[in-house]
Structure formats: C-alpha cells, structure tokens
C-alpha cells in the first residue's frame, strides 16, 4: 500500500506541452549598409529532428538610415514539445527542465525565389527557460549575424510564445494547426510541419 501512494506521487519524467510560438519581428534592421539590398528574407525555425518549418517570404521595411528599419513576419506556429524533466537539480524544482532548443535561421532568398540563400543570422531559444507556460510570453533573443557589421546595433528577434488550450481555440483553427499549417494575421496558411 505504501509502495502505491508512493509511485502516486511521483513525477513524471516528461511533460508534453503544446506552444503557438508568434513570430513578431526582427530590429533593428538591417545591420549594414551591404544589406539594404536585400529583397525578401524569411525564417526556417527548427525544434529537434522532427519539427521544423519557415514562413512566408517577407521583404524588410528600411528607415532612412541603416538600423532603423524593421523585418515584420506577424505569422504563427503550433510546436508540440516533450520537456524532460532535469532529475539532476538538487532541492526537486518540479519546474526545471533538460534543454530543448529552438532555432531561428534568418535566409535572404535567390532572385528566382524557389531556392533559399545563405544564413544571415540566427538566434536560439531554451524552451526549457520558459517551461509550461500558463500565459502569453514575450520574448526577444539578440540574433547572431554570420558576419561581422562593426558599429551596429546587434538585431533582435521577438517572438510570442502561448499555451494551446484546446477549449480557447476556434474549431477551424485548432483543425488547421492540427494539420501543421503555419498562420499568419490574414488567417492564411502553409504547411509546415515534416512529421504527422
């Protein structure tokens, strides 16, 4: 009887969450001169080896001088995730968790725009940091570009990431996410995801 209330207790090793991650902006932008040029850009994010997909291509919106404009993407992805547990910590934190990163890869396009270019930067978030996630977060990560710019400010990514819960969620958009379609503000959409 002992041993049942026990094993009761217990935690278990792994949590799976749900997040629908709002890919927000990138700025400032750009970080030099040399990419002012730019046509359309867009993100490949990656979650492990079974998760991954990009959005829409975007063409950035330039200031008057470099540094000032911005990448606007306002488009969202459903990311299911399996967090493990960290038996590691000392004192039982329920809430700390093994890494488990996702990576966002900012891509200029090729002129025929069918064959992404060369990373222009990229940025990691921890999901692990955020854990289960109860509400809305917002969230920025410095994006590190694959080249040196000097003197310029570093851009940042900014994201959102909130909790599906599945009574909140509109019947056709639950369907649509269920089927691995990336969102944008429009209600339009692409495929996204390698795996289901």
């Known amino acids: ?29 750009p970080p030099s001169q040399s990419l002012r040029s730019l046509r359309s850009v867009l993100i490949q994010w990656e979650n492990g080896e079974r998760n991954s997909g990009s959005t829409n291509l975007v063409v950035p919106s330039l200031g008057s001088v470099v540094g000032e404009g911005k990448i606007e993407f306002n488009e969202s992805f459903r990311l299911p995730v399996t967090l493990l547990r960290d038996m590691s910590v000392k004192g039982g934190d329920a ?43 917002s969230i920025s990560a410095p994006m590190n570009c694959k080249r040196s710019y000097g003197n310029t400010n570093q851009p940042v990514l900014f994201i959102k990431i909130q909790p599906v819960n599945k009574g909140r969620t509109s019947s056709s958009s639950r369907d649509n996410q269920a089927k691995g379609e990336l969102l944008d503000d429009n209600g339009g959409g692409s495929v996204f995801c390698l795996d289901e």
């Open 95 to 137: 809430d700390a968790f093994q890494k488990n990163c996702l990576e966002f890869n900012l891509f200029e396009t090729r002129r025929d725009k069918t064959v992404k270019g060369q990373v222009l930067a990229s940025a990691i978030i921890d999901l692990a940091d955020y854990g289960v996630v109860k509400e809305a977060l």
């Open 1 to 29: 009887m002992v041993l049942g209330l026990r094993a009761k207790n217990r935690q278990s090793a792994s949590v799976q969450v749900n997040y629908l991650i709002q890919v927000q902006e990138i700025k400032p932008w």
